[in-house]
């Protein structure tokens, strides 16, 4: 039996795991490191993270745009040894819960299959594509979900 993930709150003390996740997640598009500090630091952020087997193995980040009444995931991503064990989803669901908007967005790479999948399942719909989003040029597909719909 796969033990799950405990989720809970990050903050400035777990910089340097979240930073190693979105450089080991994202390489050449992940966030430099003062952006990774930032988000672990700033009022109003949702900051997640995910430890099993005593180490951070996923995260997530996110921010509330109230204007608009939107949340927006700016960053989730799980270590690949640690992919398809729920934990995405588990961060995705609390992070969508803490923010607490009624519409979600997030971007993903147009390629990337499965979690295009994941989102598709748990109520994303494509509602916008950015040409040349990522550094090598690839689309970045914009979902949203419209929470209690």
Known sequence: MI??????????????????????????????????????????????????????????????????ELGWIASIGVH??????????????????DLGMPRIRLTLRKSNHAALQMYLHTGYRQVDTWARYYHDGEEGLVMEKLRGA
């Open 3 to 68: 033990e799950p993930a405990e989720i809970g709150p990050a903050d400035w003390r777990d910089f340097r795991g979240v930073l190693h996740l979105e450089r080991v997640c994202f390489g050449q598009d992940a966030w430099p490191w003062v952006d990774v500090l930032g988000a672990l630091t700033f009022p109003e952020t949702v900051r997640l993270k995910a430890v099993l087997e005593k180490r951070v193995v996923g995260f997530v980040l996110g921010d509330r745009r109230r204007r608009e």
């Open 80 to 97: 690949p040894a640690f992919q398809r064990r729920g934990i995405g989803r588990a961060l995705l669901d609390v992070a969508e819960d």
